[in-house]
């Protein structure tokens, strides 16, 4: 059997190699917790509807009700550009079987939507599963994003594909 080891202990993780972690370089409101980085500012935009007098504030992830062509669709919020009044939406479709909508990026690209094309804003709760398809995920290791959204939709909102 082998002697313990009794040296100084060293850190395992890249670019740490052989510094001591008691060394005083290392700061100790650091120690024991992952540091994170600061989280970003929301992006927002607000954009008077045609005839509405209340603003639209729209922000990145929000899931939302756009005017698509002649009916309305729902969609993710992938980006917002203050600069011409536009964000960029990634069209939901609804799953049959379950009710939960999911990203149509295989049918449907996603659109720009001027912002006041926005009708409406969504609670919808965001979460993942594993991806069903067994052919192109056999082992279970892939995850797809998926939305439930509690509230009545309006008429005339495109579901399918």
């Known amino acids: ?18 510094r001591d972690l008691t060394s005083p370089t290392r700061t100790q409101r650091n120690v024991g917790r992952t540091v994170r980085p600061a989280r970003r500012a ?17 922000m990145e992830w929000d ?8 009916g309305l669709s729902v969609g993710k919020v992938e980006s ?5 009044g536009t964000c960029v939406c990634q069209p ?20 720009t939507v001027r912002l006041g094309d926005v009708a409406a804003i969504l609670d919808a709760d965001f979460a993942q599963r594993m ?7 056999p082992h279970g290791e892939h ?4 939305w439930e959204i509690p509230a ?3 008429d005339g909102v495109r579901r399918g594909e």
């Open 1 to 18: 059997m082998s002697a313990p080891f009794v040296g100084a202990r060293v850190a395992a993780r890249p670019g740490t190699s052989g």
């Open 42 to 58: 929301p992006i927002v935009a607000s954009s008077h509807r045609a005839g509405a007098n209340e603003a639209v504030d729209v």
């Open 63 to 70: 899931v939302v009700v756009f005017r698509d062509g002649d």
């Open 80 to 84: 917002v550009r203050v600069d011409d």
């Open 92 to 111: 939901l479709f609804q799953e049959e079987d379950s009710g939960v909508w999911l990203e149509a990026t295989y049918t449907r690209g996603a659109k």
């Open 131 to 137: 991806a069903p398809d067994r052919v192109s995920n």
């Open 143 to 146: 995850a797809e994003d998926f």
């Open 152 to 154: 009545d939709l309006p």
